[in-house]
């Protein structure tokens, strides 16, 4: 079965840098895009990041460009997320989850991982 | 980028009713619609995409409809495992973006 398994996260101070991973299993990793998918605290869902199946495509949302970036490694079926100039406000529990279809962007996450928490504060 | 609002932001129903969550995009996403379904502490799962379809595994109380800028997610019958958080997202354009969210709660 599908699994996504996210860590990573942790306590962080503003400015700083932090590396998130997922680690895929029970299916081609190398075949699907992935997405980077965020919740604050007692808020709704923030799309973050998606990288195509090959790593060829990387998209990002406004509040993140710039400071973020979302990599891939088939050949390890992992998925990363470098963030960087970390903020109070990127504090949230990350998820990590699989675009819906092989090989084509569809924008539809499917399977989602449990999540890891990020904390930005000093 | 394209803005979701949902509508309401919460809902009190009883066990057996039909209910009705609205969501509607700042712009015509055609059918490029989905929604989710979240319970406290765990991660979404995908309820419904394109609009109307119903993703492996979703009972089918569940249904979509609409396109354009204005969709809906009708469960037919509640049942006590469907009180939660439901999401819609637009899949039209990056960014993806989310709706506010409806929390749906037992009355």
């Known amino acids: 079965q599908v699994q996504l398994v996210e860590s990573g996260g942790g306590v962080v101070q503003p400015g700083r840098s932090l590396r998130l991973s997922c680690a895929a299993s029970g299916f081609t990793f190398s075949s699907y895009a992935m997405h980077w998918v965020r919740q604050a605290p007692g808020k709704g869902l923030e799309w973050v990041a998606l990288i195509s199946y090959d790593g060829s495509n990387k998209y990002y949302a406004d509040s993140v460009k710039g400071r973020f970036t979302i990599s891939r490694d088939n050949s390890k079926d992992t998925l990363y997320l470098q963030m960087n100039s970390l903020r109070a406000e990127d504090t949230a529990v990350f998820y990590c989850?699989?675009?819906?279809?092989?090989?084509?962007?569809?924008?539809?996450?499917?399977?989602w991982g449990q999540g890891t928490l990020v904390t930005v504060s000093s | 980028d394209i803005q979701m609002t949902q509508s309401p932001s919460s809902l009190s129903a009883s066990v057996g009713d039909r209910v009705t969550i609205t969501c509607r995009a700042s712009q015509s996403i055609s059918s490029y619609l989905n929604w989710y379904q979240q319970k406290p502490g765990k991660a979404p799962k995908l309820l419904i995409y394109g609009a109307s379809s119903l993703q492996s595994g979703v009972p089918s109380r569940f249904s979509g409809s609409g396109s354009g800028t204005d969709c809906t997610l009708t469960i037919s019958s509640l049942q006590p495992e469907d009180f939660a958080t439901y999401y819609c997202q637009q899949s039209y354009s990056t960014p993806y973006t989310f709706g506010q969210g409806t929390k749906l709660e037992i009355k």
């Open positions: 989850a699989r675009d819906r279809d092989i090989v084509v962007v569809t924008g539809i996450p499917d399977y």
